[in-house]
């Protein structure tokens, strides 16, 4: 039983931190894309 509850929370665990990387990525990405598009329409 405590075996099963460790594993559950340990790849949970992993699911969680991935997910919250993917968030970081995307935010990261949206913010490079935003200042990118800033550039190109202000910058001239």
Do not use: Y
């Not at 099963?4 to 490079?32: C, P, Q, W």
């Amino acid at each position: 039983m405590q075996r099963e509850i460790t594993s559950v929370k340990a790849r949970g665990g992993k699911i969680s931190g991935r997910v919250i990387l993917v968030l970081i990525l995307s935010s990261v990405g949206a913010i490079i894309a935003l200042a990118a598009c800033w550039v190109f329409l202000f910058g001239h």
